[in-house]
């Protein structure tokens, strides 16, 4: 009896995921529209990452030059709809309101289910854009996404230490510190310390 139980649960369970991953995400805040980029789109994107190259880079892995190329942006995003189908990822582009100009970008990545039903979160904003409260605006309405409709219960995120402006941000989102780790992460080609922190759906 309870082995069928389990089954029902298993298969209703598989069907909700079925259901979510069925229909790519298009969610609408106040002054943004977040969905994963169609590819065809890969110019907006391209422009995005040219006019933030040298902001970015204290951020982020080292680039190569094709990372700059609508060829590799084309590709990137067609990856980023097959992982969404196929339960890995939720890459979301944070776009203006007419969807014309990129203002950031959301990227869910390393989806565990099962006893986890975990992912890690990355995020990153224009500089025109900084400083007007567009990414928290996004990332709310992600997250939101991410826990009622993907069904997670929790979102890890982890920050440079000196970056104090993404600490402060997951703070407010209502991140929790769970620790440090040394040489966590390879940026801009140096192996650098990270904080941890995650966000637990608590029922």
Known sequence: M?????????????????????????????RLVLR?????????MVRFRHENRERLKQWEPRRSPEFYTEGYWRLQLRYGVREFREGRSVCLTFLTPRE??????????????????????????????????????????????????????????????????????????GFEKEGFARAYLQIDGVWADHVLTSLINDP
């Open 2 to 30: 309870m082995s069928f139980i389990l089954m029902r649960i298993a298969f209703a369970d598989m069907m909700f995921r079925r259901s979510v991953l069925d229909e790519l995400p298009v969610l609408r805040t106040e």
């Open 100 to 173: 014309d100009e990129v203002v950031g970008v959301a990227n869910f990545t390393n989806i565990v289910r099962g006893t986890f039903e975990a992912c890690h979160l990355g995020y990153s904003v224009g500089a025109r854009h900084e400083g007007k409260g567009l990414m928290k605006e996004g990332l709310q309405a992600a997250i939101s996404y991410m826990f009622a409709d993907y069904g997670l219960h929790r979102i890890m995120a982890n920050y440079l230490p000196h970056n104090e402006r993404s600490g402060a941000l997951l703070a407010s989102l």
């Open 36 to 44: 994963l980029l169609d590819p065809a789109r890969a110019d907006i």
